[in-house]
């Protein structure tokens, strides 16, 4: 496909997007109440509108919601594309994806049978109240939970990514020193050294950044001072390209909730809250049983965590807001993944009495609650914090777990990890490969959890700033890579897997900035 006909298949998804939002309602509305303005004449009507349009900061919103489509769309690259192509190109990735979907919702189901639990059902009129009361103290009297299990984890997602082959690829020829000996056998391509270097040359050793302690480059008291006045700016532009470019070199910590918003264009108008209100009332309305499984998690993870106990309360708000999201289900037009489905009762199997379950089509799975805990550390208003986290899942969290070819698809992140231990660090690989010890089978869970509840907060968050800023995952992968060369000499040391995790078990006190830097700037190639 030329350039200027995928140029017009870009611009025509992103006009058909935005023609039936909130923002072109709004717009609309405001053009309409700019025809009564003195400054608006007949003979001038077009230009006069937009300049009015301009004047009043709509137009700067309009580029914001732009930029936000162009940074989420997925082009197949033909128009003609069938819609399954444009979630996914490959077939066997494809066909994996849906055999996965099956497994999980026959566990789902087989919990439900055993328990003898619908999967839904609407609360009688007093539990509506009695929710309703205690909707901020839900983690005091949470329902029992001793029967419910998680429907799987990320080490079960990671035995099926370590099955997964091309049938159109022989990879059985005899091992030679180019051979991949990691666990994933798909033949993706990932980045070398030299385009990581590349692609986060902002993370580079003549740059300032918040997040290391001193700088050869310029005093770092200086570079911070100057750093803030330039976001404080960038706010006052209110230009969601410009803080994704700002972030790049980390946030000040009194900017981060708003700069985090503006480069996910999420606003805190009217609508916005409201419709947050309606989620609530859905929640009170009716009881899934996914509702069990993400209280399951929140006691098994947040609420056992040093950092994000506290915010106990909080997440089980978002999550089971989240749950009946509708909005959620646009991701799946550019998502491996396909929502599953349920009947209504008496009715299996019959199309038209399929519904989406849960209405937001995502399965959580354990540690899926570590994707919102982070987020508690800046936003205090619920409905915001809500609208960040439902854009971050969205936008990346979805495709850690999802079997798909994107280039931040967990896939080529594992892939990417696994090269690089590999090609820059062999002796450790190899020895590590020697005792079964593989390294993914130990990163894995940091990379699917975006390193959530491994790190320091305030190292986490410099961590998501760089996401935001390079608008890819691939940056988890590098650090990944990075700990373990940082652990090199201990692990050279070790003669298990046991022992290996053992010395990869606390990365709490881990920089990630220098880290970064050291791996990708310092290591001989």
């Known amino acids: 496909m030329d350039e200027g006909t995928e140029l017009s298949s870009t611009i025509a998804q992103i006009v058909h997007k935005l023609s039936g939002s909130q923002l072109h309602f709004q717009m609309e509305r405001q053009a ?45 690259g033909n128009p003609i594309a069938p819609p399954e192509h444009i979630k996914e190109p490959l077939t066997y990735m494809r066909k994996a994806q849906a055999s996965w979907e099956k497994r999980i919702l026959k566990s789902l189901n087989s919990m439900c049978t055993e328990l003898s639990i619908p999967l839904a059902r609407k609360r009688p009129i007093n539990e509506q109240k009695e929710l309703l009361t205690k909707w901020n103290e839900m983690g005091t009297d949470e329902p029992d939970l001793s029967h419910f299990r998680p429907v799987y984890a990320p080490k079960d997602f990671l035995e099926v990514l370590i099955n997964l082959r091309n049938p159109n690829f022989d990879n059985s020829d005899q091992p030679s020193a180019s051979s991949h000996w990691g ?3 798909v033949p993706l391509r ?33 570079f911070e001072n100057e750093h803030a006045r330039i976001g404080r700016k960038v706010l006052a532009d209110q230009d969601s390209a410009a803080a994704e470019q700002y972030i790049r070199q980390g946030s000040p910590t009194e900017l981060r909730a708003e700069l985090w918003g503006l480069i996910l264009n999420v606003t805190s108008e009217p609508e916005d809250i409201m419709y ?6 859905s929640v009170v309305q009716h009881d899934l049983l996914v509702d069990n499984l993400f209280y399951k998690d929140v006691k098994l993870t947040a609420s056992n965590d040093d950092y994000y106990f506290v915010f106990e309360d909080f997440l089980y708000q978002v999550l089971l807001c989240f749950s009946r999201d509708t909005t959620v289900l646009e991701h799946f037009k550019y998502n491996s993944a396909t929502p599953p489905k349920s009947y209504i009762r008496g009715n299996l199997g019959i199309e038209e009495f399929a519904v989406v379950y849960p209405p937001n089509g995502v399965i959580p799975f354990h540690g899926f609650s570590m994707y919102v805990a982070p987020l508690c550390f800046l936003y205090n208003e619920p409905p915001k914090l809500y609208s960040v986290f439902r854009e971050m899942y969205m936008r990346y969290f979805f495709k850690l777990h999802s079997i798909s ?18 090609t820059h660090l062999p002796q450790l690989f190899y020895h590590l490969h020697e005792i079964s010890a593989q390294p993914l089978r130990i990163a894995f869970k940091w990379m699917v959890r975006v390193f959530s509840g491994y790190l320091a907060t305030d190292q986490l968050l410099l961590l998501w700033d760089r996401i935001l800023g390079y608008n890819s995952l691939e940056i988890i992968a590098v650090l990944a890579a990075a700990v373990f060369a940082f652990r090199a000499e201990n692990l050279m040391e070790v003669t298990s897997l046991a022992a290996a995790e053992a010395v990869l078990a606390d990365l709490s006190t881990l920089k990630v900035i220098p880290l970064l830097q050291i791996f990708l700037f310092a290591t001989v190639t």
Not at 276 to 281: A, I, P, S
Not at 405 to 422: A, D, K, N, W, Y
Request: charged share 25%; hydrophobic share 30%.
């Open 183 to 185: 666990l994933i056998q």
């Open 190 to 222: 990932v980045k070398d050294l030299s385009e990581l270097r590349e692609f986060f040359s902002e993370l580079s050793l003549g740059y300032g950044q918040l997040g290391i302690e001193e700088s050869s480059q310029v005093p770092q008291d200086i």
């Open 276 to 281: 947050y209100e309606q989620l609530t009332t």
């Open 405 to 422: 070819s994107s280039s931040s698809g967990i896939v080529s992140l594992c892939l990417q990890f696994e090269t690089l231990l590999q």
């Open 32 to 76: 309409k109440e700019c025809l009564n303005h003195p400054s608006v004449q007949l003979e001038t009507l077009k230009e006069d509108v937009k300049q009015y349009l301009r004047k009043s900061g709509w137009e700067k919103k309009l580029q914001n919601a732009v930029y936000q489509e162009l940074n989420m769309i997925h082009t197949s």
